[in-house]
Nanobody, 123 residues
Framework: QVQLIESGGGLVQAGGSLRLSCAAS????????MGWFRQAPGKERKFVVA????????YYADSVKGRFTISRDNAKNTVYLQMNSLKPEDTAVYYC????????????????WGQGTQVTVSS
């Protein structure tokens, strides 16, 4: 059984930075894509960014390009989301998830999900 555990959320002022982590266990990840999604109160869950574990190809939502960076540490089975120049509209619960689909941006194509971590950006 795959487990995904997120950490690193918190409260930050607009313009600040946070780094989220997602540690995966229970499965070899080489054939998977790891994605981050976010969900604001009363809104649908939206794609943020994804990384293909093998090869490291990355896929970004337009709203975060140039501000967010995804990376991975193969030895630790961990993916990081560095978030810079944060805006109040980035406020949401952030979820990491695993998909067998390469570079998927669709939540329906993700099989495993973490519990989520809250990111709050104050203006």
């Amino acid at each position: 059984q795959v487990q995904l555990i997120e950490s690193g959320g918190g409260l930050v002022q607009a313009g600040g930075s946070l780094r989220l982590s997602c540690a995966a266990s229970g499965r070899t990840l080489s054939s998977y894509t790891m994605g981050w999604f976010r969900q604001a109160p009363g809104k649908e869950r939206k794609f943020v960014v994804a990384i293909r574990w093998s090869g490291g190809s990355t896929y970004y939502a337009d709203s975060v390009k140039g501000r967010f960076t995804i990376s991975r540490d193969n030895a630790k089975n961990t993916v990081y989301l560095q978030m810079n120049s944060l805006k109040p509209e980035d406020t949401a619960v952030y979820y990491c998830a695993l998909s067998r689909h390469i570079g998927s941006r669709w939540s329906q194509e993700y099989d495993y999900w973490g519990q989520g971590t809250q990111v709050t950006v104050s203006s």
